[in-house]
């Protein structure tokens, strides 16, 4: 047995050893969690096979939290099988921390996968309370990618909600795509609108919205309502930060036409189109606009109705409206009048020939001449030359360049087949039809309208197109001879549609959705297809509409619309009778806004309304040459023109609102 003081000494010095090893314990008990960096609720900046490593490399508490930031860096590189598998592999039991996080990327891989309302199920269940700056980042950026940019309320609640978490370009973002959401709502959707008391923010937005349609036509009012809305909501982020629209209007200018330049090709093939076009910006200019029409049309202006324009990239009209007559319209009420053509009548108009000559050296030789504004040139590609010339000139360039180009001097207008059928597009989708088929030619100009239709239809948010294609009347009247008719259903038009591309909101990247297998074929027996947008000419458009009666039931509603290529001369009573029901749709001046005016176009142009669409279409050009700066810089500018409701998207690519009108027992009447 030991003496007693040396157990004493012995246990006095095992105490501090003992201490320490049960703080290591401890701290070894504690080590995933004190030491480890991982952090699931801030940013995650590593790749995903960074984080991959990691999973295989922990063995402890932490390797959950490795996954949860693989998943999120698997789909910020859209990797969704990669991602997939990995939320499969999670274990059962999750910290709520860890639940919040899960659901947030649950609902990221469904957007991807274009589940959006999957998505909103799963952001619904998130407990917004609990998470972090990083996190509420993204749980709002969710929510607005999963409403697919269609303007609601919660979409305006998510966008206010984000606002105050963002800096820099991401908060400008914010403030721009607020604003577009707000001038995307029709008045019926702002009216409906129930908002909370407490709201101050979102009824400061809605306000800016009615003082912005208010005064959206007169450029310095517009600048004086919004400095006055800013003095009474000093505090919404909005007025201490504007939308980038709006703060353009703060230095708007109106554009110099002391000395216009107009470029078109005077000699060649597309000569007769610019003669009209000319035609057309001069009598605008001069005021004649309803003085008498001429009793003979000059020779230069006038060719055979049933001349084709050229079918090459720089056609200057569109296949579908060579040769047409307007309708004979029964106003059921007065047209939409366009607004008289106003500008600086003292302006200095210079025509330049782009026939002769390069379109550069045209281009220098104006700006010698002291232009101050160009309107053209008319043919594609000398608009794509122009267009990559950093000119320092304002543009008003008559076509489109295949690729838009967004410079803050140039804007585009047009008429062009693909035009017509985005505004088929919308017109269709407005009446509340949902599943559109398209029956086109068999060509490559029916693959332009196609394609043109089936791109605006899904921006609008409608699912996929079907597409039928036809031959020419001796194909159809086989066709009809041996009682084939003509089934309303086709095959998935497969196009590019704006949801495929990557989607970045406040630094939240959601890449283009998987690729999937075509949608099954579809047809009107199903109750499929309720609408049908048909692209044909008059003689076509009379063997096309029986032979869809032939395979149709009496009962079945589907309604049929049809562009201005069937509106053609010779529609007797008999062809308004056959056609009975159907829409379609035209440029205003042919479909009775103006009949003195187009009158006076027809006789000038012996009838053929291809030339009488061009000369409307020069009348216009003039209007907005003189409110150039308006179109590009003004947000919500419009002018009721002839060639249809005209106004600007943010590349300055003028759009065209057409008038559509409907056969009913015989007469022509507007759609209401």
Known sequence: MLPSKVVRHKAGRLV???????????????????????????????????????????????KTDWQLLAIRALLKEGKYPQAANQLNQLPQQLSEVQQQELLLLRAQMQIGQQDFTGAQQLL?????????????????????????????????????????????????????????ALTQMTQDQINSLVINADENTLQGWLDLLNTWRANSQDPQMLKAAIQDWQTRYPQNPGAKTLPTQLSQVQNFTKASTNTIALLLPLNGQAQVFANAIQKGFTDARNGVLNAPAPQAAPEANTADASAQPPADANSVVSPAVAGNTPPQTEQSQPAAQPAAAQ????????????????????????????????????????????????????????????QIQNHPNICYFALSPEDEARDAAHHIYEQGKRQPLLLVPRSSYGDRISKAFAQEWQTLGGSTVLQQRFGGVGELKQGINSGAGIALSGTPLNVEPAQSQSVAIAGLTIPAPQTSAPAPTADASSGSVDAVYIV????????????????TSS?????????????????????????????????????????GLMQQAAKSFNNDYSLVRLYAMGIDAWTLANNFNQMRQVPGFAIDGNTGKLNADTDCVINRKLAWNQYRQGQIVPVQ
């Open 16 to 62: 501090p050893v003992l201490l320490a090893g049960l703080i290591l314990a401890a701290c070894s008990g504690q080590g995933p969690q004190q030491t480890s960096n991982v952090n699931i609720q801030g940013p995650a900046t590593g790749r995903s096979d960074y984080y991959l490593q990691q999973v295989q490399q922990s063995s402890d508490d932490s």
């Open 124 to 180: 619904g269940q998130v407990k917004s309370g609990g998470l972090s700056q990083d996190q509420q980042v993204r749980y709002y950026a969710l929510q607005i990618a999963a409403a697919q940019n269609r303007p609601s309320l919660s979409l305006l609640r998510a966008y206010i909600a984000q606002e105050p978490l963002l800096k820099g370009a991401d908060h400008q973002s914010n403030i721009d795509a607020t604003w577009q």
């Open 343 to 402: 500008g600086n009548s003292n302006a200095q108009v210079k025509v330049y020939d782009t026939s002769s000559q390069p379109i550069a050296q045209v281009m220098q030789q104006a700006q010698q001449d002291g232009a101050t504004l160009v309107v053209g040139p008319l043919l594609k590609n000398d608009v794509e030359t122009v267009a990559n010339s950093n000119t320092p000139l304002n543009v008003l360039a008559l076509n489109e360049p295949e």
């Open 536 to 551: 044909a000419s008059q003689d076509e458009l009379q063997l096309i509409k029986p032979m869809i009666a032939m395979r």
């Open 555 to 595: 009962r079945n509603n589907t309604a049929l619309y049809a562009s201005s290529r069937s509106a053609q001369a010779g529609a007797g009573p008999d062809f308004r009778l056959e056609m009975d029901g159907l829409q379609f749709s035209d440029i205003p001046l042919l479909s009775g806004s103006n009949p």
